[in-house]
Antibody, heavy 122, light 108 residues
Framework: EVQLVESGGGLVKPGGSLRLSCAAS????????MNWVRQAPGKGLEWVSS????????YYADSVKGRFTISRDNAKNSLYLQMNSLRAEDTAVYYC???????????????WGQGTLVTVSS | EIVLTQSPGTLSLSPGERATLSCRAS???????LAWYQQKPGQAPRLLIY???SRATGIPDRFSGSGSGTDFTLTISRLEPEDFAVYYC?????????FGQGTKVEIK
């Protein structure tokens, strides 16, 4: 069974930093691109960042570029998101999501974790 | 970036009724790379449809997707109690991948 478990969320002051982790199991982690997608309270979904299976390709939404860094450790089956210079508008539930494998589904998110809440407030 | 506009914002229906949700793109979605997700309160989204019309693994056949170019539709043929949720469309044909703002299907 595919499982994605996020951790590391919490309350942080504006300008502060936080590192999110996502532990993956039940599939060959090193074969899949992975993503972070966030959802502000009561709002819709926003893609944040993607990383390819071997970390060769990394992409960010404009809203987080230069502040967030995505990384992965395939030996530990783990995905990370280092978030610096946090702003109030970064407050959201952050989901770790697996990207579909195969031409028709590459770009979809076929499995999601339960999310971790990040609150940026003074 | 491609902007996706979903309508209506809220759909009030009774169990057993047919639900028709719309997703309109600001420009053509290449190769019909359009997906639909379902999200229930307090839960993560779940992939329902990819490639505009293909059901994801384990998705009941009462869910169907159609459309191409800029206009896409998700149809739920007969609403079950567990189908009342928020539905999002997502395009993955052009970076950045974007979501619509969601349609809430609520019990009338």
């Amino acid at each position: 069974e595919v499982q994605l478990v996020e951790s590391g969320g919490g309350l942080v002051k504006p300008g502060g930093s936080l590192r999110l982790s996502c532990a993956a199991s039940g599939f060959t982690f090193s074969s899949y691109s992975m993503n972070w997608v966030r959802q502000a309270p009561g709002k819709g979904l926003e893609w944040v960042s993607s990383i390819s299976s071997s970390s060769s390709y990394i992409y960010y939404a404009d809203s987080v570029k230069g502040r967030f860094t995505i990384s992965r450790d395939n030996a530990k089956n783990s995905l990370y998101l280092q978030m610096n210079s946090l702003r109030a508008e970064d407050t959201a539930v952050y989901y770790c999501a697996r990207m579909g494998l195969g031409k028709a589904v590459a770009g979809t998110y076929d499995y999601w974790g339960q999310g971790t809440l990040v609150t940026v407030s003074s | 970036e491609i902007v996706l506009t979903q309508s209506p914002g809220t759909l009030s229906l009774s169990p057993g009724e047919r639900a028709t949700l719309s997703c309109r793109a600001s420009q053509s979605v290449s190769s019909s790379y359009l997906a639909w997700y379902q999200q229930k309160p307090g839960q993560a989204p779940r992939l329902l449809i990819y490639g505009a019309s293909s059901r994801a693994t384990g998705i009941p056949d009462r869910f169907s997707g159609s459309g191409s170019g800029t206009d896409f539709t998700l149809t739920i043929s007969r609403l079950e109690p567990e189908d009342f949720a928020v539905y999002y469309c997502q395009q993955y044909g052009s970076p950045p991948r974007t979501f619509g703002q969601g349609t809430k299907v609520e019990i009338k």
